[in-house]
């Protein structure tokens, strides 16, 4: 039989095409996996032979209907294909002229190349460069530097006579992506040999270049390409093309995942699109194979949102299939600590939503005479930050708690009226029966200290910058403390809740077993690029520093074009105003036909909103014209039809191939009644408008090809002029 192996870009090229091409494909590929390297090159039907003109003698191309061939790389093993491309006839040929299949000497990576448009375009750029006494953007960096990871000699050059970022933007895209990122890479300050690390994963001593079959099972070859086991594991790869995390990882994917073991907590951070939830996915699954006669569920996976953990549970069943969902638990944190509390009360609890917390810390202040220098929502921000936070449960516990990050000072005088406030503030919650979240993680995670044996094993944590305190201590009452007792993910960039923990305050140490991912595969530079400008964090420019974003554990985390990039490209994102809101609407569904029409499936559209009343109204204008719409959060969304409608808060963790923002206007964007007010309190007001532009970042960075941003009125002042 022969053995296949397919590219990302195979399966990519696979998902564009019409059903009846992908049937007639689908039917090709199937013959590679049964037939021998003999049946097939005999096969009439499948037509498999050399191009004239290739660059490459291994080319090979499969012809299926009168417009598009797909390409193959004989390797001439006698025995292995790999699927490289699905193109029409006259750009398959162009792609066959120009490109060849080579092993990276470096990493040991296989990668297609074409050498003339890379040199074509080093030409351009260096031609029309400053040069004078601008600074070289690799001055600092050697030649052998380069070569030494693998980048294409004679291209080093002109790499090295390169004075901007913008300049590199231009060239990376038609580099290999393992040489592109060796080459951003070396734009920062990380030393060669981590470089190299992180590039080639586990491979060691000399790499032979016309050895491609051992190349195909270096780490470095697992992230663009796979060795399909069997028919039953191609046809799943077939029926999701787009769902390539499950088989398709980074070296540095790859090792976090699939390390054997850590010491304690480990911790990934990364920028939006990075595969954070990937690489926690994965985590759980090489839990999973490592557990010996598990009994239940002994692997928690848990994130913030309630449609995220449904999301996760739909991936986790793609990845690892029932035998996974077997042996772990997917809830979101509130979830949580609400089971847990039942279980220990013996009756469900009744949970206080934030609108009935308001109207109560309201009539407090009001009662306690306090209300011209204390707001409601002052109470319940100095309840939650402060009193919850630090775990403060008496008087004597509020006067010497520090207070770091609150906009009023209080003396010790107001110090004391304020814990009156709360008192009866916390004594008119109990009297009505009902607890917030906060208070229910704190009452689980006390309910779980008194037990000896933890009810998992091994917790994995998504969305970390979105947890409280109280959150923090339930999940660590959950597990041992021990080895591999919790894998934790998440992006400070991302935040969209005032939580600013930090893991070592709540007994979670991870010094020395953190990580960060660097490589955005969902959104195009152009959308990563706008979304960090957008946000204060320009990722052209190291010399730019953000807004002063946390590392989930104390320290900060600036994104930087060497420390988060995206090979990627596309259109630039597109910005539109409008006088009415029924031109608004209008274009909207407008934009959203023309998606379709061009291919698009409407469950790859997501449509964000600050506010469900506009979504309500964007709803009615697309079902009004016809356009099936589903609207989040949805207890089966994986099998909903429709294109996805969802505040932005409910877009969290998820993407899609194009995303429309509506209403992105400085009316709903930031919202109003959503901050705190500036007198009241200047300093919480500068975090919750922070907290609505990470939002609007968050909303952004859903998108993986196409982002469209629309208002009427005046633009929000996020937006720039």
Known sequence: ????????????????????????????????????????????????????????????????????????????????????????????????????????????????????????????ITDTSSGGEAKRLFADRRERDFT??????????????LTSQDQLSGLIGHFPEGQAEAIIALSGDDTVDDIYKALAGAIHGEVDTDDIV?????????????????????QKMLSQPLAMWRVFLHPSQRHLAYRESYSGPARVTGGAGTGKTVVAMHRAK??????????????LFTTFSRNLAQAIEADLRSLGGSDLLDVV??????????????????????????????????????????????????????????????????????????????????????????????????????????????????????????RDIKPYQHVVVDEAQDLHETQWRLLRALVAEGPDDLFIVGDSHQRIYDRR??????????????????????TTHEIMSWSLAMLGEAD???DQPGPGFDDLDGGSDTHTFAGYHSLRSGPEPELGGFTTAAEHDEAVVARVRAWIDEGIDPIEIGIAARTGKSLDRVSAALTG????????????????????????????????????????????????????DRDSDPVQHAVDLEMEKCLLYVAATRARDGLYITWTGTPSRFLGP
Request: neutral net charge.
């Open 329 to 450: 638990d997917v809830l979101n944190v509130d979830q949580l600590a609400y089971r847990v509390v039942q279980e220990a009360e013996g009756k469900a609890p009744s949970v206080a939503d934030g609108k009935y917390c308001r109207k109560l810390a309201e009539q407090v202040v009001l009662d306690r005479g306090i209300v011209d220098e204390f707001s409601g929502e002052f109470l319940i921000n100095e309840w939650e930050q402060v009193v919850l936070a630090n775990d403060c449960r008496s008087r004597a516990d509020y006067f010497v708690v520090s207070r770091t990050g609150r906009g009023i000072p209080l003396s010790r005088r107001k110090r004391a009226e304020v814990w009156k406030a709360i008192e009866d503030f916390e004594r008119a919650l109990n009297e009505a029966g009902a607890r917030t979240h906060p208070q229910l993680a704190a009452a689980a995670a006390g309910y779980l200290a008194l």
């Open 540 to 542: 052209t420019s190291a």
């Open 148 to 161: 030494n990871l693998g980048v294409e000699a004679e291209l080093v050059p002109a790499l090295m006579m």
């Open 214 to 234: 051992a190349a195909l099972e270096t780490p470095a070859s697992m992230a663009r390409f796979y060795v399909v086991e069997g028919q039953d594991e191609l």
């Open 286 to 299: 090489a839990l999973a194979d490592r557990l010996d006669r598990p009994v239940g569920k002994p692997i």
């Open 501 to 522: 923990s930090s893991l070592s305050k709540v007994g979670i140490k991870v010094v020395g077993r953190s990580s960060k991912l660097k490589l955005n595969y969902r």
């Open 1 to 124: 039989m022969s053995r296949l192996a397919v590219s990302t870009d195979f399966l990519r090229d696979f998902d564009r095409l019409e059903s009846r091409m992908k049937r007639k494909l689908e039917e090709i590929v199937h013959k590679f996996a049964q037939l021998t390297p003999e049946e097939l090159r005999r096969d009439k039907g499948l037509n498999l032979e050399p191009y004239k003109g290739s660059a490459d003698p291994k080319a090979r191309t499969v012809r299926f209907d009168r417009n598009h061939r797909g390409i193959v790389m004989d390797i001439g093993d006698g025995e292995t294909f790999v699927l490289t491309r699905v193109l029409p006839h006259e750009a398959a040929e162009r792609w066959m002229a120009n490109n060849t299949f080579k092993v990276n000497a470096a990493t040991g990576a296989p990668e297609l190349i074409d050498l003339g448009a890379i040199t074509s375009k080093a030409n351009q």
């Open 625 to 676: 014209q016809g356009v099936t719409v589903c609207r989040l959060p949805q207890k089966d969304l994986p099998n909903q039809e429709g294109v996805r409608l969802g505040t932005m808060h409910r877009m969290k963790g998820l993407e899609y191939q194009r995303v429309i923002v509506v209403d992105a206007d400085d009316a709903r964007v930031p919202l109003a009644w959503s901050m705190t």
